[in-house]
């Protein structure tokens, strides 16, 4: 693995580069662009599903979301789906200049709102000759909708009425407000979260995968820009290269997989894992080698 830098705009971008086993620059590699969930880093679990198709043959790339991580941007730990689609694009146009990948074959591989972000930007970038995904959601749908998809309009017209109330006054001068990813502290999780918050409270915030770099928090006026964001509109016509996903059949987040199916026309597959959450084919072993045994032969056929 290298730490390797390139640039989307005038931000620098972090990246973790794999390279296969045997590597030689005078071959030609098929590539993947590996993208985190919404508060993620590319040392989670990004970082070890890269890992995983660099064994099976790929040139991988993990990167830092802009405003996160390592990477540059400003303001700090804003969430913003137009900058992560276009992290996406600058990822391909790095991996396009080595030497040692062949340009007409490189895919996405995206987790959680990654995945989101992951079609997204396939469906407008002629370069990505694939794109895969892992437990995916679209953000906006997760944040207008609930995880479960039942939130109610008068609830996110509240949300949006506070979010408003809060860059007023940070127009004023006010401090910036931040909200968390998943909840802060054992002490909010209880018998009534959410069993996917709660893996992802002990994914985030225990040593199970706890990064320095990922530190649970999100400007509040972001989530006017993820409640505009529909990571699948146009799925229907824009997006015409082969669509894997991987979903566990515990999730809560399944319904998003189920829904996006049925829209999708290009060659499509959506396989469920048995037993699996959301949060638990990030890096639960067992479940994490069954999607990377769906996902290598998917990218092997089409790129």
Same mark, same amino acid.
């Given at each position: 693995?290298?730490?390797?830098? =390139?640039?989307?705009?005038?931000?620098?971008?972090?990246? !973790?580069?794999?390279?296969?086993?045997?590597?030689?620059?005078?071959?030609?590699?098929?590539?993947?662009?590996?993208?985190?969930?919404?508060?993620? $880093?590319?040392?989670?679990?990004?970082?070890?599903?890269?890992?995983?198709?660099?064994?099976?043959?790929?040139?991988?790339?993990? =990167?830092?979301?802009?405003?996160?991580?390592?990477?540059?941007?400003?303001?700090?730990?804003?969430? !913003?789906?137009? *900058?992560?689609?276009?992290?996406?694009? *600058?990822?391909?146009?790095?991996?396009?200049?080595?030497?040692?990948?062949?340009?007409?074959?490189?895919?996405?591989?995206?987790?959680?709102?990654?995945?989101?972000?992951?079609? !997204?930007?396939?469906?407008?970038?002629?370069?990505?000759?694939?794109?895969?995904?892992? *437990?995916?959601?679209?953000?906006?749908?997760?944040?207008?909708?609930?995880?479960?998809?039942?939130?109610?309009?008068?609830?996110?017209?509240?949300?949006?009425?506070? $979010?408003?109330?809060?860059?007023?006054?940070?127009?004023?001068?006010?401090?910036?407000?931040?909200?968390?990813?998943?909840?802060?502290?054992?002490?909010?999780?209880?018998?009534?979260?959410?069993?996917?918050?709660?893996?992802?409270?002990? @994914? @985030?915030?225990?040593?199970?995968?706890?990064?320095?770099? *990922?530190?649970?928090?999100?400007?509040?006026?972001?989530?006017? !820009?993820?409640?505009?964001?529909?990571?699948?509109?146009? $799925?229907?016509?824009?997006?015409?290269?082969?669509?894997?996903?991987?979903?566990?059949?515990?999730?809560?987040?399944?319904?998003?997989?189920?829904?996006?199916?049925?829209? $999708?026309?290009?060659?499509?597959?959506?396989?469920?894992?048995?037993?699996?959450?959301?949060?638990?084919?990030?890096?639960?072993?067992?479940?994490?080698?069954?999607?990377?045994?769906?996902?290598?032969? =998917?990218?092997?056929? @089409?790129?």
């Amino acid at each position: 693995m290298q730490n390797v830098t =390139f640039t989307n705009a005038d931000d620098t971008m972090a990246g !973790n580069l794999y390279l296969p086993d045997g590597f030689s620059e005078g071959r030609s590699y098929p590539a993947i662009v590996s993208v985190h969930p919404g508060g993620g $880093v590319k040392e989670q679990t990004a970082g070890l599903y890269a890992g995983e198709l660099a064994r099976e043959g790929f040139v991988t790339l993990a =990167f830092d979301a802009s405003h996160q991580g390592e990477s540059g941007g400003r303001p700090r730990h804003l969430e !913003n789906p137009a *900058s992560r689609v276009e992290d996406i694009r *600058s990822a391909v146009d790095y991996l396009a200049t080595l030497g040692y990948v062949d340009a007409d074959r490189i895919g996405v591989l995206g987790i959680c709102a990654g995945a989101g972000y992951a079609v !997204n930007a396939t469906m407008t970038d002629r370069r990505i000759k694939a794109v895969g995904t892992v *437990s995916p959601i679209d953000i906006g749908a997760a944040y207008r909708l609930g995880w479960d998809g039942s939130e109610p309009v008068a609830t996110q017209l509240a949300t949006l009425d506070a $979010v408003a109330q809060q860059r007023a006054s940070e127009a004023e001068g006010a401090d910036a407000a931040y909200v968390p990813y998943v909840p802060y502290v054992p002490e909010t999780v209880d018998g009534t979260t959410v069993p996917d918050m709660a893996e992802a409270h002990d @994914y @985030y915030r225990t040593p199970r995968a706890q990064h320095p770099r *990922s530190d649970n928090r999100m400007l509040f006026t972001s989530v006017a !820009n993820i409640y505009a964001f529909d990571a699948f509109d146009q $799925v229907e016509t824009l997006l015409t290269q082969p669509l894997f996903m991987v979903a566990g059949s515990k999730a809560g987040s399944l319904w998003q997989a189920e829904q996006l199916l049925p829209r $999708v026309k290009s060659p499509k597959e959506l396989a469920v894992i048995d037993g699996a959450g959301h949060v638990s084919l990030y890096d639960v072993p067992e479940y994490v080698d069954q999607a990377t045994a769906h996902l290598s032969p =998917f990218f092997t056929k @089409y790129l």
